[in-house]
């Protein structure tokens, strides 16, 4: 059984963004950790992700059989998300902060993640998640300087997300103020053995 990475690429700058080089870096490493890889790669770059509007919630609550042909490649490009979600072994992550948060359309992957009785569900002592937990790392690369402190509400979020549907097993790599003067080197050098430590824990 070959062991599957899935490889989220959010950064509005593809191959270039600090935070894919960063994440190909970390897989690269994990790979070569394991036997039999496989990646699945998806790059929001080149790949866009719909957010979810009245189209798509419409279209999960129509019954199967009264779907039209529109609704059904609606639910099916979502079950797509899901599906490579739960068949991966590992997730990396590449989540810059845009804006104080997430990037949008990393927002939207989540948003399509979140399926009531597929990927979590409510009972009387609140809500569980239905993924099987896996080793998720998620790089978090900005241009200032955030860790720690309560502007930081971007790894918040994430970790409550992926909490949220059964996701415990994060590491956080971060390379922050890239965009300061004369920093970025230091950073990277830094999130390099963030890298090397997030994937001795494998
Ligand atoms: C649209 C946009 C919004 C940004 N917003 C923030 C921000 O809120 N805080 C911050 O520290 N850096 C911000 N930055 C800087 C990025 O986080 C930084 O350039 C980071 O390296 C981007 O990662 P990437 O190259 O993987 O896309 C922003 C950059 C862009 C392009």
């Known amino acids: 059984m ?20 960063i994440i190909d870096n970390l897989v690269e490493q994990l790979s070569a950790k ?11 770059s080149t790949q866009a992700i719909p ?14 059989q009264d ?7 609606k639910t099916q490009f979502s079950d797509k998300l899901i599906a490579e979600v739960k068949e991966a072994d590992y997730l990396v992550i590449a989540a810059p902060m845009y804006n104080f948060n997430v990037p949008s359309m990393l927002k939207a992957w ?4 979140a399926r009531a009785g597929v990927t979590f569900k409510y009972t009387e002592n609140g ?36 909490n949220f549907i059964g996701l415990t097993q ?4 971060y390379a922050e103020g890239l965009n300061m003067q004369d920093n970025k080197e230091k950073a990277l050098v830094e999130a390099e053995q963030q890298v090397k430590q997030a994937v001795a824990t494998v």
């Not at 070959?2 to 080089?21: E, H, Y």
């Not at 957010?51 to 199967?64: N, S």
């Not at 989540?110 to 993640?113: G, N, S, T, Y």
């Open 2 to 21: 070959a062991n599957k990475i899935l490889r989220i690429n959010s950064s509005l700058f593809g191959n270039n963004g600090a935070s894919t080089q």
């Open 67 to 73: 779907k039209s042909d529109e609704q059904i490649a």
């Open 170 to 173: 994060i590491e956080f790599i």
């Open 110 to 113: 989540f948003d399509h993640l």
């Open 51 to 64: 957010h979810v509007d009245g189209e798509w919630i419409g279209a999960l609550m129509t019954p199967e």
């Open 127 to 162: 809500p569980v998640g239905l993924m099987a937990d896996k080793p998720v790392f998620v790089v978090t690369t900005r241009g200032g300087m955030h860790k720690d402190t309560s502007r930081d509400t971007e790894v918040q979020f994430i970790r409550t997300f992926l």
């Open 34 to 44: 394991l036997t039999h890889v496989e990646v699945i790669t998806r790059d929001f």
